[in-house]
């Protein structure tokens, strides 16, 4: 068997129901990549397409060696489709990038001449935004700005499926929901270095958006998702503990105070008793959020240990890595 070069670059693009933009894509990665005279490979991901996404992939795969297909069995939506992508990734340096035409592969080498200053992540920055100002525009300004506060990642673009990566980086991560928005936020656990660079954001052109307002409800809860993952996922029982020691005190004190009261100062517990009901559910709820860390801490421990599940199903690949070098 002859020995596999390592590519530098890869590019993973996940397609679904693409079929009017694939070519173009290509094209376009193609005359950027040749340019930068460096070894890489695409990484086609199809997600679950019902239109001619998968044919076209393959005859793009039979001309060109560069060209790799890992092909979904279902739809299992972007983060997954992403997860495969990386999963079978090779280059030293992981690009990510939607298959919609919105992003353009020029801007490739901004990304890899910041990487050579030394960055672990490069993300591409929206500065100048076309799309969508109810279903888009204002969404992701609240969401970013929301995600900067809470993760102390000082870029302003976390949304945006265009961005490089340190191999050894986003192998490292795992994906899951609707969270490769926040790749840079989650690997900030990891102490790299992130950075980003202004992109252009282009209009669709062909095709139909597969985003709405139900994007909103989901990108909220992944908000909180992240900050917990980022802060507590390896000590949850100081965030539940934590709020379990609040209830429990004010209860505690609550009922301190109704008891010296009753002692010392004649105080009626019959007129009281509203308050001491209180006191004790406080009490009983402070206790519940402890024991719910402590199983977290339990699950938390388990999930570092044995958390091997992939969030995709992989119906067919097709790779040139075992019939020649990449060049």
Not at 144 to 159: A, E, P, Q, W, Y
Not at 278 to 296: H, V
């Amino acid at each position: 068997m002859k020995n596999i070069q390592e590519p530098e670059i890869s590019i993973v693009v996940p397609f679904y129901n693409e079929e009017e933009n694939i070519e173009e894509l290509y094209k376009r990665l193609t005359e950027t990549l040749k340019k930068l005279k460096k070894s890489y490979e695409l990484i086609f991901v199809d997600d679950g397409s019902s239109d001619k996404t998968y044919q076209i992939l393959c005859e793009l795969h039979k001309k060109d060696k560069h060209v790799n297909i890992v092909k979904l069995k279902k739809n299992f939506g972007q983060t997954a489709a992403l997860a495969a992508g990386f999963d079978h990734a090779e280059g030293k340096i992981i690009i990510s990038m939607d298959g919609d035409l919105q992003h353009d592969p020029a801007d490739i080498p901004k990304l890899l001449d910041k990487m050579e200053e030394g960055y672990d992540i490069v993300s591409g920055w929206r500065k100048k935004r076309v799309d969508n100002l109810i279903f888009r525009r204002i969404p992701s300004l609240v969401a970013n700005r929301i995600m900067r506060f809470l993760s102390g990642v000082k870029i302003h673009d976390f949304g945006t499926t265009f961005k490089a990566y340190k191999k050894e980086v986003i192998k490292n991560i795992h994906l899951y929901g609707e969270l490769h928005r926040f790749i840079p936020a989650l690997a900030s656990r990891m102490g790299v270095r992130i950075t980003e660079v202004p992109i252009k954001n282009i209009v669709r052109q062909r095709g139909k958006s597969k985003y709405g307002l139900s994007r909103v409800r989901r990108v909220l809860f992944d908000l909180l998702t992240v900050k917990f993952i980022i802060s507590f996922i390896d000590r949850p029982l100081q965030f539940f503990g934590l709020i379990g020691l609040g209830f429990g005190s004010v209860g505690f004190i609550i009922a301190l105070i109704l008891t010296i009261g009753f002692y010392f100062f004649n105080l009626s517990i019959r007129e009281n008793l509203g308050n001491l009901l209180f006191s004790i559910f406080l009490m009983i709820l402070g206790i519940q959020f402890i024991m719910t860390g402590l199983l977290a801490e339990i699950i938390s421990r388990v999930y570092f240990a044995t958390h091997k599940t992939k969030i995709y199903f992989v119906e067919e690949t097709k790779f040139h890595r075992n019939k020649e070098k990449f060049s």
